[in-house]
């Protein structure tokens, strides 16, 4: 099947299949997996075009709201994180789809400087997982959690209604330097300045590259700012969401100005890679909490690992 925006060819049934296998696992850590499907397109398919930015943001927009409906129904989506993310990415947003459309037609640079960030934010995880110890026989909070939902008897009455009080995010204070909540019997405290001021450059890298931001969030609330995975990942992808809508409408809007360049999203396109990423979220985020938080972890080193690789690798060669 030919795609004109894209300028490709390729079966109907490879963008869904290859877009729910990526979305399944990400999606599980707070990320869509569209910084996934950007090299996909662009190495094995050939979409090279600044169109291939605002078509991966429209993947977001068609898959994510699966994986926020879970999240929110089992009552983990911790909104005012979420309008933190939100508030600081979309400035940041507007900014980069301008850079990448007048000056990095071409990114070959930004990926160098997108690729380190990724390559520390990888290591920085990597170390926390292989090299941070804890007291032995203290189990942490999102492992206790996910002990919670192994296959055990079904909980009634009052037991029940106590986990699942304890499974759903409470939030205690929100003021703008901070964000406490409470989450499996412990309490955690967000400094909501600094986020946002990270949130601001995760929005200009999405805007270029038209990953969302939640690639780069999503581990940055794990592993810097000490917050369960459990907790965060419904507000990581809401607010990838929400930023992927503001990228989409700005690059269709920027279009009629730039006449010899395809900027707008390839539609067609854009909704089979969403398709796929809509059903894989949905399962990704219905399983998440069978599933344990150093896997979880594990799965974030590996898209940022890889990713940064292929950045740099670019870069040089």
């Given at each position: ?15 869904p299949l ?7 696992f990400?999606?599980?850590g ?12 662009v190495?094995v398919l050939g ?13 977001n927009?068609?898959?994510?709201p ?9 009552g ?6 979420t ?19 007048k ?11 997108a ?38 008897p ?7 209604a106590?986990c ?23 309490t ?9 001021a ?13 990953i969302g ?16 995975v ?29 006449p ?19 059903a894989?979220?949905?399962?990704g985020a219905r ?11 594990w799965i ?7 990713t ?7 870069f040089?060669?």
């Amino acid at each position: 099947m030919y795609f004109p925006v894209a300028n490709i060819e390729v079966n109907p049934l490879v963008p869904p299949l290859v877009a729910f296998v990526i979305s399944f696992f990400t999606s599980m850590g707070g990320v869509s997996g569209a910084f996934l499907l950007l090299p996909f397109q662009v190495s094995v398919l050939g979409f090279t075009s600044p169109a291939v930015s605002s078509t991966n943001q429209l993947f977001n927009i068609v898959a994510i709201p699966s994986g926020v409906y879970r999240y929110i129904k089992e009552g983990r989506m911790l909104w005012p994180l979420t309008w933190v993310v939100i508030i600081g990415t979309l400035p940041g947003v507007f900014v980069g789809a301008i850079v990448r459309i007048k000056y990095l037609p071409d990114p070959k640079n930004f990926k160098l400087f997108a690729g380190l960030v990724l390559l520390y934010m990888g290591g920085r995880l990597l170390k926390e997982l292989a090299f941070k110890k804890r007291k032995e026989g203290t189990p942490t909070v999102e492992e206790r959690f996910q002990q919670r939902h192994k296959k055990q008897p079904p909980a009634t009455g009052r037991e029940a209604a106590s986990c699942e009080h304890l499974s759903c995010v409470t939030v205690r204070q929100w003021t703008p330097t901070r964000i406490v909540y409470d989450f499996y019997g412990e309490t955690f405290t967000v400094n909501a300045v600094g986020l946002m001021a990270l949130s601001l450059i995760v929005g200009m890298v999405g805007g270029v590259y038209g990953i969302g931001g939640g690639a780069i969030i999503a581990p940055f609330l794990v592993s810097f700012f000490g917050m369960p995975v459990y907790a965060v990942a419904g507000a990581a992808l809401m607010g990838t969401f929400v930023t992927s809508v503001a990228g989409v409408v700005f690059y269709q809007i920027l279009a009629p100005h730039y006449p010899g360049m395809v900027i707008a999203p390839d539609w067609l396109l854009g909704f089979l890679f969403g398709i796929g990423g809509f059903a894989g979220m949905y399962c990704g985020a219905r399983l998440q909490k069978f599933v344990p938080a150093k896997f979880i972890k594990w799965i974030l080193v590996v898209c940022l690992l890889f990713t940064a690789g292929k950045y740099i690798w670019s870069f040089l060669f």
